[in-house]
Structures are given as structure tokens and as C-alpha cells.
């Protein structure tokens, strides 16, 4: 890499990707290369945003273990209408595949972010302050869509996720009639307990929930 790429290039390209759980790992899509994949075990890919966000070796060679949710990062946009459909993928992935699933939309800050935490909160029994905390110090530039960040915090200290607008995105989306362009979601229920095969440790702590001075700030 020369002086002049390493000056220009984006901090999201400068930062590690970042665990949530001893199997759930987040970042940009452009760190899926096939060394990153056997670095980290990586056997199953949840991506967060378009298919152009992800490199395509990994979805030709894998498409049963491989989402894609169109997701769409802004400050009027709810991530919680993909949930049911990300929470879907995490819960088989997690079940048939023995390694870490890798978590990522275009530079692993919003989408991809969001998403991992609420299920990781939701279903693995770990803390929402403590895993955020510990996700913003491995990659601080995580969460900066705020709105994200407090749709999170309020899903997992006990609202719902939006199960049938994600069913209407994801009809519109495959039928291109969406209202607004681009979007689509996933679809399935919102998670029951996990079985990882994995202790409840790294991130987080055995309790799920609060993280409310966070949320606020």
C-alpha cells in the first residue's frame, strides 16, 4: 500500500472489524477476502446492504450460506423493518454452520451494526451497554446513523420488530414496487433463543437489555 492510499484512505477501511459474540463478527464488506474468511472462521456471510457491497466470490461459492437484506442507511429509514429477515438468517446460519457469521453492509458502521447488536441482545443473553461499549471501542466508527442507535435500544429494552412492513419491502422489492427505490427486507419471525454451541462470553454479560445512558446520548 503506498503513503498516498493509506492518507486517503476512509476510516471505515482503518479500523478492525468488531466482535459482538464469540460468533458474530461485523464490518465492511470489503474486508470479505478469502484470507479474512480462514482467518476468522468465517462460514456463513449476512450482508446489510446490496450485492454490490459484497464481494461476489464469497456468494458464488456459497449462496446456502450467504443473505443479502437491501437494507437502506439513512436518518429517516427504521432498520428494525429488516430485522425479522436478518434475525431469520442469523438464527439458521448460526444452527448449521459450526463458524463465525460475518456480519457486514458497505463500510460496517450503520446497517450491519444495528442489526448484529439487537439480535446479539435479543437472543444471546448478552448486555446491550456492555456489547456496544466494547463493539464502539473495537470500531468507533459503528452507530453514527442515530436513529439506528436508538431504534436498537428501544427493540431490545422491549418493543417489536416491524414484521409486516418487512414483508411488504421485500414483496415490493422483488417485484420493483416499493414506493421508494432502493429498499427490500427479510422475512421470518423475530428469534427465539440460539443455540451457538459457543459459553456466553467475550462481550456482553448473561443479561440482556439495558445500555439506557447510551441510548440517550
Known amino acids: 500500500m503506498s503513503f498516498l492510499t493509506s492518507i486517503f484512505k476512509p476510516e471505515y477501511l482503518k479500523q478492525p472489524a468488531a466482535w459482538f459474540h ?56 427504521d432498520i428494525m423493518v429488516w430485522y425479522p429477515g436478518f434475525a431469520a438468517s ?12 460475518y456480519v457486514h453492509c458497505q463500510a460496517g458502521m450503520n446497517r450491519s451494526a444495528a442489526l448484529a447488536l439487537a439480535y446479539v441482545c435479543k437472543n ?19 452507530l453514527q446513523n442515530l436513529a439506528f442507535k436508538r ?4 427493540f431490545v ?4 420488530p416491524r414484521e409486516e412492513s418487512s414483508r411488504r419491502l421485500r414483496i415490493g422489492f422483488n417485484t420493483g414496487n416499493t414506493g421508494f427505490s432502493p ?16 459459553p456466553k462470553t467475550g462481550v456482553g454479560s448473561p443479561t440482556g437489555g439495558g445500555g439506557d445512558a447510551l441510548c440517550h446520548e
Open 22 to 77: 464469540p460468533r458474530v463478527l461485523v464490518g465492511p464488506g470489503a474486508y470479505l477476502t478469502q484470507s479474512f474468511q480462514q482467518q476468522h472462521n468465517i462460514t456463513a456471510v449476512i450482508n446489510c446492504a446490496f450485492q454490490e457491497d459484497s464481494p461476489s466470490w464469497y456468494r458464488f461459492n456459497n449462496p446456502e450460506t450467504y443473505d443479502c437484506l437491501y437494507a437502506i442507511d439513512g436518518p429517516n429509514q
Open 183 to 198: 429498499s427490500g427486507a427479510g422475512d421470518g419471525p423475530a428469534g427465539d433463543l440460539v443455540s451457538t454451541g459457543e
Open 151 to 154: 431504534q436498537v435500544c428501544e
Open 124 to 142: 444471546l443473553g448478552v448486555n446491550l451497554e456492555i456489547t456496544l461499549k466494547s463493539a464502539l471501542r473495537q470500531r468507533p466508527c459503528m
Open 157 to 160: 429494552n422491549g418493543g417489536v
Open 90 to 101: 442469523m438464527r439458521t446460519f448460526l444452527r448449521n454452520t459450526p463458524g463465525v457469521v
